[in-house]
């Protein structure tokens, strides 16, 4: 997979999000199958905070100024150092959808990086340009496999049926 397959990828992902996390009422959106399990917004605030503050930034700053420390980001401080709980769904996810098309419109305009500029990472050693791209997707995948399993869980509680028929995870 190249650079401009991934661009391909996080751009589609774009629609998929906007697919699965548009035109979900107020239950949904706050409801969560554990406690320590996030909802909905608490997913969309995370990657809008993600896709800024982490894997755009991250991967510019390695193609850029890979000698220097990367930016801090703290991800599960951020949901409540954030008030993630108190922020408009529908803003955030706008905001996002917003962000991934700067994001796209960026990798798209990119003439020739190096995606082998590395960071020497204290703990996790070299991480490359192309490590942060590759995980910027992977952190896609995962999202929407999160997404797709609280939908599940959520019909689950609002249904009497039996659900095995469907299938398993």
Known sequence: MDYQEITKELSSNKTIFRQLLTGLHQ?????????????????????????????????????????????????????????????????????FLEERTQSVQWLQNLAE????????????????????????LAHDYLHIRQVMKLKFEYLKLKTSEDLTYAGTW
């Not at 199958?33 to 905070?49: A, R």
């Not at 703990?123 to 340009?129: H, I, P, S």
């Open 113 to 136: 990086p190096n995606w082998n500029n590395a960071y020497d990472h204290p703990k996790f050693g070299k991480m490359t340009a192309w490590l942060f791209l590759t995980n910027w």
């Open 27 to 95: 239950e949904m959106i706050l409801w969560r199958p554990l406690p320590e399990k996030w909802c909905m917004l608490e997913i969309i605030c995370h990657l809008y905070d993600e896709e800024r503050e982490d894997f755009r930034a991250r991967t510019i700053h390695v193609l850029e100024n890979p000698g220097l420390k990367l930016p801090q980001i703290d991800p599960q401080g951020w949901v409540e150092s954030r008030k993630y709980m108190e922020q408009d769904y529908q803003a955030k996810l706008h905001d």
